[in-house]
């Protein structure tokens, strides 16, 4: 089985200010330039993956709380006493070899391209980004409260074929309802049907939804093409239910 783990990045620093942005939006670009750099070196486009964006997601925010870069602040690579062959085993992912690279850097304009530069200038992160035979991807960016960004990015071989669903999910009641499949979100106006694709490498895929006036997100399995309606039977009492195809 092919394992790379790579060295760290090196600290980057830099007397500009950076600007407001989002984690989601840093990711996204991070990914866009990454997968155009693939696209130049004949690799296929690396697609987001639900259980590789948990687990960079819990590995880049730890360490953004804790405003350190690792167990002993040096090496981003060891988190909580766990390598990166150490996560993904204990995340019951199944894979025929990985690489991750991390990262971080402070008062950047530009966060995201910084950091692929970097791992682009890099032999062996330049390795991991180009390898055509890496087809998943588990990225997160986390920001401190001290304005660093910490960056985790899983690129794998899955063992497990590809699971997508085309579904239709319909808004039967009076509120607008948002809910997420995997780690994309969405919203669903009253009275309004929306249909939706999505692929993981999980054997199933869920929806995740927090009701109006709720704190904690219920999980429901979707089937591929099924058809499912959010319900409201009684006042503040909502499901969401499998109905039949249109």
Known sequence: MQRTTLVVV???????????????EVEMKILEEINAYRAKKGAPKLEADDKLNEIAQAHAKGMAKADKYGDDN????VWQGK???ARVKAAGY?????????GWNVAQKDPAGVMVKTWLKSAQHEKNLANKEFTRS??????????KWYFVHLVVKPAVLKTTVKVTVENKTKQKIAFRVGTKKYELDAGKIGELTHST??????????????DKEELFDLADKGSYAF????EGKYAFEKTESK
């Open 10 to 24: 090196g600290l980057l620093l830099a007397a500009s200010a950076a600007s407001a942005q989002k984690p989601e």
């Open 74 to 77: 040096k090496n981003g690579h």
């Open 83 to 85: 390598d990166p062959a």
């Open 94 to 102: 199944k894979h025929l070899g990985f690489g991750e690279n991390v």
């Open 138 to 147: 588990g990225l997160a960016a986390a920001k401190s409260k001290t304005g």
């Open 201 to 214: 490498s999980a054997a199933r895929a869920q929806l995740g939804v927090t009701w109006p006036g709720k």
């Open 231 to 234: 319900t409201e039977k009684d």
